[in-house]
T-cell receptor, first 110, second 111 residues
Framework: KAGVTQTPRYLIKTRGQQVTLSCSPI?????VSWYQQTPGQGLQFLFE???????NKGNFPGRFSGRQFSNSRSEMNVSTLELGDSALYLC?????????FGPGTRLTVL | SQQGEEDPQALSIQEGENATMNCSYK?????LQWYRQNSGRGLVHLIL?????REKHSGRLRVTLDTSKKSSSLLITASRAADTASYFC???????????FGGGTRVLVKP
């Protein structure tokens, strides 16, 4: 069974731009969660989607948004990028409670 | 904000030795999960222990959970160079699939 996939793997953007990251969960998993990892703040929860509905949300500004499609694939969007948004963005999918992570998207904001 | 602390922050051992790391958390949980991360890559799920369990084994891994002390430990026995990585604990509370991570323990296994 294929694991969680994320695209793109690497991304370079400039301040003020917006970016969309994509995540395909493990087949049959309906929950998709997003996390941000930075050296300073560590791993922080962004949001979780289940059956196309946002079920949980972390403490991030409204510039961070997401959605989930009927096939459970998810996207997250960051608008008006700031230098501090440079991070590894990780997506995880879950069937029940174990969460399985993808390889991440490394976003660099210049 | 992070749920708790992991101790130690870094650990250096010889191949064949055991590695033990601890995780403390602050609020009640449904389960606690341990992950491994190599060099800023994705997280690899190691083991999940539920709040009503006290100990769990998986291969060379042993996890304990003490809910009265709000702490967990991960033991890696007979370590190998390939175990070199950062290890994170993450707690899941009543809100469901929302993991709160500790700061991680960097483990270096020297051949």
């Amino acid at each position: 069974k294929a694991g969680v996939t994320q695209t793109p793997r690497y991304l370079i953007k400039t301040r003020g731009q917006q970016v969309t990251l994509s995540c395909s969960p493990i087949s049959g998993h309906r929950s998709v969660s997003w996390y941000q990892q930075t050296p300073g703040q560590g791993l922080q929860f962004l949001f979780e989607y289940f059956s196309e509905t946002q079920r949980n949300k972390g403490n991030f500004p409204g510039r961070f948004s997401g959605r989930q499609f009927s096939n459970s694939r998810s996207e997250m969007n960051v608008s008006t990028l700031e230098l501090g948004d440079s991070a590894l963005y990780l997506c995880a999918s879950s069937l029940v409670d174990e969460q399985f992570f993808g390889p991440g998207t490394r976003l660099t904001v210049l | 904000s992070q749920q708790g602390e992991e101790d130690p922050q870094a650990l250096s051992i010889q191949e064949g030795e055991n590695a033990t790391m601890n995780c403390s958390y602050k609020t009640s949980i449904n389960n606690l999960q341990w992950y491994r991360q190599n060099s800023g890559r994705g997280l690899v799920h190691l083991i999940l222990i539920r709040s009503n369990e006290r100990e769990k084994h998986s291969g060379r891994l042993r996890v304990t959970l003490d809910t009265s002390k709000k702490s967990s430990s991960l033991l890696i026995t007979a370590s190998r160079a390939a175990d070199t990585a950062s290890y994170f604990c993450a707690t899941e509370g009543a809100a469901g699939n929302k993991l709160t991570f500790g700061g991680g323990t960097r483990v270096l296994v020297k051949p």
